[in-house]
């Protein structure tokens, strides 16, 4: 499923549901019948910062791994359930569960936990009073970043630098022309500097975090540009015939190296080019892609291999 961030699905008039943020596993926490499904990485999910203050009856959640996203999700969700609702939070125990406990106390609330499948999960109620809150919401939020001079939120892949990977590719990346793509664009580093050709017919940027497009969207003004918070796992039949992608394909899902993730990505950009058409990679050195890529494209190309990545050039 695919959706440009300004069509995000408006929840703020759902009043007395239950919240669901994330996927937690079904025997680390119970989820919700007829919940509202919550978060940025699913395409079409609800945004909870959309959600009007006291409107939920409860929230049940996988909270994120980094600290300031996690006390961030964890201020809203709090703000939007209602006095007196449950709160059920879970994280596995070395990507910030041990910290759930005090964090969700630090908030005012009265909490008890419980260790299971490797997780920690902290249960209580919303108070009528919530503190701390705006500091959480603060330094979680959308900014531009000091050094960085882009728009970017904690959450988002390397939300405060340029990471080796992107950085290496920059480096090689050619001047490109036509219509293109850049997917998992992240905040849009790669596609800004593929923008610079005046070359270039049109780009289309694809992630599947909400909040990295949302930042994509203000880093990049230009009216050859156009944004989609999609799943690059489905299908998109909509692009075709272009002449060229970039990406910096990502090999973990939710906190889990998963080394089928960039294999998706090079078989929707082998179905995305046209004949002659040309696809520059950064990819992680332990990583095999070679097998993938060779069936898919009449060339394929390894450019430079350094600091623990390599560049590929790949043509259909």
């Not at 850049?182 to 780009?203: P, Q």
């Not at 796992?233 to 889990?256: I, K, Q, Y």
Request: charged share 25%; proline share 6%; glycine share 8%.
């Amino acid at each position: 499923m695919s959706a440009d961030t300004k069509a995000v699905p408006d929840s703020i008039t759902a009043a007395a549901r239950a919240g669901l943020y994330g996927t937690p596993a079904a025997d680390v926490l119970a989820r919700p019948a007829d919940a509202i499904q919550f978060s940025p990485l699913m395409p079409g999910a609800s945004e909870l910062e959309a959600q009007r203050e006291a409107t939920l009856a409860s929230m049940t959640m996988l909270a994120p791994p980094g600290t300031l996203e996690r006390r961030y999700t964890m201020a809203l969700a709090l703000r939007a359930v209602k006095p007196g609702g449950a709160i059920a939070a879970a994280a596995p125990k070395d990507h910030g569960g041990t910290r759930l406990r005090k964090e969700l106390q630090a908030f005012g609330c009265t909490v008890e936990d419980v260790a299971r499948r490797h997780h920690r999960i902290v249960t209580g109620v919303r108070p009528a009073n919530l503190t701390g809150i705006e500091d959480a919401l603060r330094d979680g939020a959308p900014r531009i970043v000091e050094g960085l001079g882009l728009w970017s939120q904690p959450g988002v892949f390397s939300w405060d630098r340029i990471d080796a990977g992107t950085a290496l590719l920059l480096e090689h990346l050619p001047s490109l022309s036509g219509r293109g793509a850049d997917f998992g664009c992240g905040i849009g580093i790669l596609a800004a500097a593929v923008l610079s050709s005046k070359k270039v017919e049109r780009i289309t940027l694809i992630d599947i975090d909400r909040r990295a497009v949302a930042c994509a969207q203000h880093n990049i003004d230009d009216a050859r540009a156009t944004f989609h918070w999609a799943d690059l796992r489905d299908p998109l039949p909509e692009l075709t015939e272009l002449d060229f992608v970039v990406m910096n394909a990502p090999f973990h899902d939710a906190g889990h190296e998963d080394r089928g993730l960039p294999h998706h990505f090079v078989r929707r950009a082998a179905e995305a080019l046209r004949k002659g058409g040309v696809c520059w990679l950064t990819a992680n050195r332990h990583l095999p892609y070679e097998a993938v890529m060779k069936p898919l494209f009449r060339h394929v190309e390894l450019k430079i291999e350094a600091a623990g990545y390599k560049i590929y050039e790949m043509r259909k």
